[in-house]
């Protein structure tokens, strides 16, 4: 039986919800979306939630409403999926890439501070792989240069730094819902914040700039999300909690019986939370394969992986020759993803344990 590397956790609650949803007859942005977006800031701990059509979006979105566009700079790490740098590139503005903390693969404060420029307007802090980047640095920076401080949550729902949540830490938040994401909708997004200037924006922004009905007071975008990922949504905010606690005994299991030599397991900083969207090991030259004859070897032994991500932001074509930053680079050629999920199975996590261990 083949253990996936990432399964949406679905059941009835979520197909008896969507049900319902195409029964009334509201299948595009209605009021299950409106109670999705309330419970969705309840949960963050802020008073406001726009719900959008997917994380890119959000950030796109967040973004605009911080002000951002052409002639603007914008910090993001060089190591996360790509949609951080480039919905700052659809604004108009240019990223600027800092290193990573080598310890957390998230962005390091220090390299960051330094990138800082009169033509930088926000700082983003990847919360890579469902651990909070060093908020409280990032957060410093921002308010000393008076910078836009974003949060890109879309790897970190529910994740938590010195006990407040992931979403309320920054001026304003973006996730995703993506099918692989710890809450899933199929596509989606949320963006959180606690200002009611952004939350008016970023609704104008996402309904085509509309102030009111048919009057388009700024160019605006058709960001909106439907009933129908919300009522989904809805459902899965309910069993994120448990969720992420079965993510995180996977985890833990793993911290405890991967032993082989040649691999450093992920480190969790302190103060933080981490849900675990993704466990990613490091493949050193110690190890008895290359990372991609250990991802070939797991692969035949019917082990899901992937390389999140293969290649930094640094090194790729759009962005190619910009900067360079060493450890995200040497990040992106050793790393090598297993499955964490909520249905990986007491079994299937021992398996893939000695299954690795047994390489030596």
């Not at 609650?13 to 007859?25: D, F, I, K, P, Y």
């Not at 010195?162 to 692989?180: E, H, M, N, V």
């Not at 759009?318 to 900067?323: F, P, Q, T």
Request: contains cysteine; charged residues 20%.
């Amino acid at each position: 039986m083949q253990i996936p590397i990432a399964q949406p956790s679905l059941g009835s609650e979520e197909s008896e919800a969507v049900l319902a949803v195409l029964a009334s007859g509201m299948i595009a942005q209605g009021p299950v979306t409106a109670a999705f977006e309330e419970e969705f800031a309840a949960y963050c701990g802020v008073p406001h939630a726009v719900a959008v059509s997917n994380g890119t979006t959000a950030l796109h979105a967040a973004l605009l409403a911080a002000g951002v566009g052409p002639g603007d700079e914008v910090i993001v790490p060089a190591f996360t999926f790509f949609a951080t740098a480039s919905a700052v590139s659809m604004c108009g503005a240019v990223p600027v890439f800092a290193d990573i903390d080598a310890a957390t693969a998230t962005i390091e404060p220090a390299d960051a501070l330094i990138k800082v420029t009169e033509k930088t307007k926000a700082v983003i802090g990847v919360h890579l792989y469902g651990q909070p980047c060093d908020v409280p640095a990032i957060k410093k920076i921002c308010s000393n240069e008076d910078l836009v401080f974003i949060e890109d949550a879309a790897q970190a729902h529910g994740a938590t730094y010195r006990g407040k949540k992931i979403g309320s830490l920054g001026d304003l938040a973006c996730f995703s819902f993506y099918a692989t994401k710890n809450l899933a909708t199929g596509e989606g997004g949320m963006v959180t914040t606690g200002s009611d200037e952004y939350d008016e924006h970023l609704r104008r922004l996402i309904n085509h700039g509309q102030s009111e009905k048919y009057l388009h007071s700024e160019l605006g975008y058709n960001y909106r999300m439907t009933d129908i990922n919300a009522a989904i949504g809805r459902a899965q905010l309910a069993k994120l909690d448990g969720f992420n606690r079965r993510r995180q005994e996977n985890a833990a299991y793993y911290d405890s019986h991967i032993t082989a030599p040649g691999l450093i397991l992920p480190a969790v900083a302190p103060g933080r939370t981490h849900v675990w969207h993704q466990y990613s090991l490091r493949v050193t030259g110690r190890f008895p394969l290359p990372r991609d004859e250990l991802m070939a070897y797991l692969r035949e032994h019917r082990i899901g992986c992937a390389v999140h991500y293969p290649i930094a932001l640094t090194r790729q074509p759009l962005y190619a020759g910009v900067s360079h930053c060493p450890v995200a680079e040497s990040l992106a050629a050793s790393v090598l993803s297993i499955p964490v999920h909520p249905n990986v199975t007491d079994e299937g996590r021992e398996y893939i344990a000695d299954t690795i261990n047994g390489v030596i």
